[in-house]
């Protein structure tokens, strides 16, 4: 059951759903078919399908009219906020910032003191009251105005930072740049950049001679890949420690897989992120026991064992079951909800 407030309602368990926020920024929920598969669904999808008489599973050629969140906010999903809307409709209802971040420009005192930072060439140039290309002109020449000197601020103003450059781990990205140790980016063309956002995460576009065109790749990939020197190799992921997805300082990424008891998943879940999943325990006759971040995860892991799937393990949890199932010695193990 859905409310005009988004609000989901499981009529098995008689319990909200709360949902988990994607990359993307939008609240998603993983619900369960009658035959056992389950999907990840959003919430305004599921809005548009019982107000507005949408289909939930369409074909990219039906895809033509999709959800648009009136105020700009994207977990504001009440009725009265959401409208259908074509791509260009919603294209035109985005926020569009008006402090584009670019070249951080310095202004600096005639003995080389640093009085304002601004986070583009436009913010400065407003600021002296002059144009743009005027100020961009005075920062490639570090010439004064007004009685102050007005220059790019470049990675050597970055005390404390480690860099590293990527040409030697991803030769077709040119120009290269150089990576921080703290989550930051500098180009070639004096641009310093922590990246822009996308969704929970921060991003950046390069160049791909490979692809022959520009592509968008996440920062906290591009800091660990470059100071561990390898790719992410498959199967794994770049976890932020702090579940802080524009914390790429590389002290705060690990490479973990996705689930298991030392996943991503998991780290997600201890760090109270994660407020949907139900963490359960299999326990073994031996006294010892193997902890999963979701039933779903535990589902997975225990895949074509008896007692060990999706459906097995939530009727386990509910009682329905007198014995979950048998591991390889034959004996029987059980599943509990851990409660904290």
Not at 70 to 76: E, N
Not at 212 to 223: A, E, F, G, T
Request: charged content about 25%; proline content about 2%; some cysteine.
């Amino acid at each position: 059951m859905c409310s005009n407030h988004g609000r989901i309602y499981n009529v098995m368990t008689k319990k909200f759903l709360y949902g988990i926020i994607d990359t993307y920024g939008y609240v998603i929920f993983r619900l369960v078919e009658d035959s056992g598969k389950s999907k990840n669904i959003k919430s305004h999808a599921i809005i548009g399908s019982l107000f507005y008489g949408l289909k939930l599973n369409r074909t990219d050629d039906e895809i033509n009219i999709t959800m648009d969140h009136i105020d700009k906010i994207k977990v504001h999903n009440y009725e009265c906020n959401l409208r259908p809307a074509t791509k260009s409709e919603q294209a035109r209802n985005r926020n569009q910032p008006s402090d584009r971040k670019g070249k951080i420009v310095l202004k600096l005192s005639s003995d080389g003191e640093i009085i304002k930072e601004y986070m583009s060439v436009t913010l400065a140039a407003v600021d002296a009251n002059i144009c743009y290309e005027t100020m961009s002109r005075y920062c490639e020449n570090e010439e004064i105005l007004n009685g102050f000197r007005y220059r790019f601020k470049t990675k050597e103003d970055m005390t404390g930072h480690t860099w590293k450059s990527s040409k030697e781990l991803y030769p077709h990205i040119l120009p290269p740049i150089d990576v921080s140790n703290k989550g930051w980016i500098y180009t070639l063309d004096k641009t310093l950049t922590k990246g822009t956002n996308h969704g929970l995460y921060l991003e950046v576009i390069v160049f791909d001679t490979k692809k022959r065109k520009r592509v968008h790749i996440y920062v906290h990939i591009l800091v660990w890949t470059v100071f561990n020197n390898r790719v992410v190799p498959k199967g794994y992921q770049i976890s932020h420690e702090d579940c802080e997805g524009t914390n790429n300082c590389i002290s705060n990424l690990k490479i973990r897989t996705r689930e298991g008891p030392d996943g991503n998943l998991m780290v997600t879940v201890k760090n109270g992120k994660y407020k949907s999943a139900i963490r359960v325990r299999k326990h073994f006759h031996d006294g010892s026991f193997v902890d999963y971040p979701s039933i779903n995860a535990a589902g997975k892991a225990n895949k074509g064992i008896k007692g060990g799937s999706f459906n097995s393990i939530r009727r386990a949890l509910k009682r329905e079951n007198k014995a979950a199932g048998l591991c390889k010695c034959k004996k029987k193990f059980t599943w509990e909800i851990i409660s904290s």
